[in-house]
């Protein structure tokens, strides 16, 4: 029979158990309001990410490899850029030569929010993409006045 010397064994079995929890619990976030990767009906991937301040404008970066510009779609709400991929592939129902054993490669699908912390034009906007990089350029929008009205003190 052995004798465990280290009086803390209990407690680190709980810390690991309460790790894989959260790590389970994570795994089911939902990427708009927490701006993590979220699992999907589909195979879900991550999606990398760089935002820059140059000064006039900001430029931001994502990785969306192994998707075509035809399946990555951005928008702009209230400040925040969306970026979303998303393809499908067609799948038949059986192979002719019997290669595959398993085929998991029906949908996949990734998306990210980012907060710009700045209001950007939207009307000068543009983005590219090449090599599954989309790389979207904001222009930084000119400061206005204040909305509202001036108050006189009596």
């Known amino acids: 029979m052995t004798t465990d010397d280290n009086p ?3 407690l680190e079995r709980q810390f690991e158990r309460m790790q894989r929890q959260f790590e389970d619990a994570l795994e089911m976030w939902n990427v708009d309001q927490f701006g993590m990767p979220a699992t999907d009906t589909g195979t879900t991937v991550g999606m990398g990410i760089d935002l820059a ?4 404008e900001f ?5 969306v490899p192994g ?3 035809e399946d990555v779609e951005l928008r702009l709400s209230d400040d925040t850029i969306h970026i979303t991929a998303e393809r499908e ?5 059986e192979q002719d030569d019997g290669f595959y054993i398993r085929s998991e490669r029906e949908r996949q699908s990734t998306s990210r929010s980012v907060r710009l912390p700045e209001p950007v034009d939207e009307d000068r906007i543009e983005a590219t993409y090449r090599n599954g990089v989309v790389t979207v350029t904001l222009p930084k929008r000119e ?3 204040p ?3 001036s108050i006189d003190i009596e």
Request: hydrophobic content about 25%; glycine content about 8%.
């Open 89 to 93: 592939e067609e799948m038949t129902e």
């Open 67 to 69: 998707f075509d510009r």
């Open 53 to 56: 301040d140059h000064g006039e």
């Open 147 to 149: 909305a509202g009205r």
């Open 59 to 63: 430029v931001l970066t994502a990785d």
């Open 143 to 145: 400061p206005t006045e």
């Open 8 to 10: 803390f064994r209990n």
